[in-house]
């Protein structure tokens, strides 16, 4: 079974520039969620999607958006980088069960840095 | 979402038993207890949840006391390899499986 991959490892950009993101969920997950981290701090939830529809946001502007594709990987895009985007980004996916609060499976993260 | 409240940091040393408690006073019926254990530069990693009671697996185990306000998290007989941040988190069907990161706890484990 193939785990969570995200790609690239590291980025670097500029101020105004955009970026996208890309996650590869695990083998027989639907639903891919997106997580910013900051450094020192934890985790913060950006979106989610499931079956190829967002399922609900965190707190971050509309220049922070994204897709899932039918084979259910995933990317992030965010547009007008800003100095504050700097963090790791985190990719994790899931089983969206109806009746349980599933186990989230996250992958290494893309280190975003906006110069 | 129920807000919890942990220690930012604890230290231990290799061979002993460390203990995590984490507050979250405002848990909803249906919210479930998970922690997620990270090392630097990986994402968090899933190690243990629990409704009520305890539960125990071949990681850690998890105390939850029938009140449910608070829960504490054992790793028994730490290693180096322990040394990471733990997060406690609360959250339900209501959570949609977004999950709520506080700031974690950031354990050292010396030699």
């Known amino acids: 079974e193939t785990g969570v991959t995200q790609s690239p490892t590291h980025l670097i950009k500029t101020r105004g520039q955009q970026v996208t993101l890309r996650c590869s969920s695990q083998s027989g997950h639907n639903t891919v969620s997106w997580y910013q981290q900051a450094l020192g701090q934890g985790p913060q939830f950006i979106f989610q999607y499931y079956r190829e529809e967002e399922n609900g946001r965190g707190n971050f502007p509309p220049r922070f958006s994204g897709l899932q594709f039918p084979n259910y990987s995933s990317e992030l895009n965010v547009n007008a980088l800003e100095l504050d985007d700097s963090a790791l980004y985190l990719c994790?996916?899931?089983?969206?069960?109806?009746?349980?609060?599933?186990?989230?499976?996250f992958g290494p993260g893309t280190r975003l840095t906006v110069l | 979402l129920a807000k919890t409240t942990q220690p930012i940091s604890m230290d231990s040393y290799e061979g002993q038993e460390v203990n995590i408690t984490c507050s979250h006073n405002n848990i909803a019926t249906n919210d479930y207890i998970t922690w997620y254990q990270q090392f630097p530069s990986q994402g968090p990693r899933f190690i243990i949840q629990g409704y009520k009671t305890k539960v125990t697996n071949e990681v850690a185990s998890l105390f939850i006391p029938a009140d449910r306000k608070s829960s504490t998290l054992s790793l028994p007989r730490v290693s180096l390899s322990d040394t990471a941040v733990y997060y406690c988190l609360v959250g339900g069907k209501a959570a949609g499986n977004k999950l709520t990161f506080g700031g974690g706890t950031r354990v050292l484990v010396k030699p």
């Open positions: 994790a996916s899931s089983r969206l069960a109806v009746s349980s609060y599933n186990e989230q499976f």
